[in-house]
């Protein structure tokens, strides 16, 4: 065989592996796993970068605009429905990214899942501060323990909900829409 190489980015490192792309030889710190072979972080990169060479920030304000009543009216609905808050959160937070992805056309942005994530957020946040404030109402000004502890529980139950559907939703568009996910 012939005289190993030394890699690009760390010159004592020997190695017999070159990017299929570029030629460089690179070392296994530095080799990208693609399903074409393995190249260089520079050519991965310059790969990415053409999906998201058709995007413009006016896109963000369209998801934005498209996820954030959606978000209100399904922030309020799902988590007053009790156990099905599980079920239904994750299917909200995909329905509602999808709604995204179409109104932009289908067009990758780097952080479209965050504008949809913290719409979500955004959404869920009157009823999730409405069940704070109930709880911590009732919980302060009764005086009867009994009916304290009914009150309590039922706002702890709500706050519960409200906490379930946001985290299953933020979850289910984030898985969605991240970055580098292959559409």
Same mark, same amino acid.
């Given at each position: ?5 030394? @890699? ?23 080799? *990208? ?16 970068? *053409? ?32 156990w099905y808050a599980i079920l239904l959160g994750p299917l909200v937070g995909v329905g509602i990214a999808e709604v995204v992805r179409w109104a ?14 913290? @719409?979500? *957020? ?6 999730? !501060?409405?069940?704070?404030?109930? !709880? ?48």
């Amino acid at each position: 065989m012939s005289e190993p190489l030394h @890699c690009v980015n760390h010159p004592n490192v020997e190695t017999y592996l070159r990017c299929n792309r570029c030629g460089q030889p690179i070392c296994a710190r530095c080799a *990208v796993l693609t399903p074409v072979g393995y190249r260089c972080r520079d050519c991965v990169r310059a790969q990415q970068r *053409v999906f998201y060479a058709d995007f413009r920030p006016t896109y963000y304000l369209v998801a934005a605009a498209v996820a954030l009543p959606l978000a209100l009216v399904a922030g309020w609905l799902i988590p007053s429905l009790g156990w099905y808050a599980i079920l239904l959160g994750p299917l909200v937070g995909v329905g509602i990214a999808e709604v995204v992805r179409w109104a932009i056309r289908r067009r990758r942005g780097l952080y479209t899942w965050l504008v949809v994530c913290g @719409c979500i *957020v955004v959404g869920a946040l009157p009823k999730l !501060l409405l069940s704070l404030l109930s !709880l911590l109402f009732f919980a302060g000004f009764m005086v009867h323990p009994r009916g304290a502890g009914y009150y309590i529980t039922g706002g702890l139950m709500s706050l519960l909900w409200d906490v379930v559907y946001l985290v299953a939703a933020v979850g289910a568009a984030y898985a969605r829409l991240r970055p580098g996910r292959r559409v």
